[in-house]
């Protein structure tokens, strides 16, 4: 199974921070990589796909790069409603998918 | 509005037996694939199982494979899981995820709207 690991699994910042996150894949993954956010008691919500594709409706303050093994979300300009848990998901070895661990993101 | 809507979940002791439902609306469900992803209290994501749009193609989670068993009514919207021999490590928020298509209809393979999750706990 391809493994995602996420850096870092926690991490405290402000508002209008600049933030990156990032996800390494156990092997080559090329572009098939999506990007989620969920906050506590809810269902994730897609942020990203296709490695750097941005979901309709969703600020253009957050992007992703990357391919291959390594990828990265940025958000640029942290709001308040940013802060919650952030997930990256594989769909290269569809449909055998599988996430990273998370990373959470807290206000400092 | 997409929607998904599970219910099913609740106590169930170790070795048990639960079905999960998931009630889609506003798009149409018989063209689209659908998965089961789990996430334990406090714990990541864990995707459980797939079934294709016809109900003809289905994998599962090596955690899951021979006890759980994903299928689709696609004349009633719903999508289910039923879940035997149930174990401690199977407690989680379950949540039916809908797998995105292109403008051609075609799949890509990411999840583009999640319902609510039901929580299903195994516990004696």
Redesign the interface.
Known sequence: AIRMTQSPSSFSASTGDRVTITCRASQGISS?L?W?QQKPG?????LI??ASTL?SGVPSRFSGSGSGTDFTLTISCLQSEDFATY?C?Q?YS?????????TKLEIK | EVQLVESGGGLVQPGGSLRLSCAASGFTFSSYEMNWVRQAPGKGLEWVSYISSSGSTIYYADSVKGRFTISRDNAKNSLYLQMNSLRAEDTAVYYCAREAHDSSGYPEYYFDYWGQGTLVTVSS
């Open positions: 098939y999506a989620y809810k269902a994730p919500k897609l796909y296709a979901q997930y998901q769909y569809y449909p055998r998918y599988t996430f990273g661990q998370g």
